[in-house]
């Protein structure tokens, strides 16, 4: 578990973005989908808190506003869709959405329906819901910040304060994961060792290489989701 977590914290230090899709595949598999998606709850919000902290005054709160108010209101449905369905179906849900919305960033799909006001409002509903009940929120902000033209230095701290937000938000709906205190204390050195290690690449791996990488692991990671869940059937 603690290797999973400084992998995923390491990759989103050093792209940006990328913890939850590819820790979560992993960490569903080997703590159950709701354990899982709640600790991925935790580990994400803290990375993004801690590059947060750094970069908090390019973060722009009117153009963010929607997308909050947007994932407010889908959290709670979220949370309890996937309180009520059965593990292996969960899995099976999760990941083909990893997989889905992976394959739809690594193709920089064009949607017109993601831009302005009314497309903030779409891509934050659809990462609430996605983040509460998969741990997986980052991909539809990322696909709205595309087709609204943004730059990556102005995406970062943006994705990274609505990462504090969003998480914050389905931890809420959910409650804490219910882990013993040496895996807490196994996750929290994971974050650790990661941040320092992304932040040590980040300078020596080009960004477009860091950014395949993270969506080929997070695909790799979805469709063994996915077949995990389809054994359990």
Known sequence: MGGVILVGA??????GVGFALVAVPALVVLLGPAEGVALSNCAAGAISAIGLATEWRQVRLVAMLPLVIAAGCTVPVGALVAARLPAPVLLIGMGTLVSAVVLLVMRGVRMPALRGAKGALAAGAASGFMNSSAGVGGPAVSLYAV???????????NAQFYGVVVNALSLTAKGLPQLTTPAWLLAGAGIAAGVV???????RVPESRARRIVLLLALAGGLATAGKGLAGL
């Open 197 to 203: 290690t992304g932040t040590a690449l980040a300078g």
């Open 10 to 15: 390491s990759v989103q230090r050093l792209a």
């Open 147 to 157: 087709n609204a033209g943004w730059t990556v230095r102005e995406f970062v701290p």
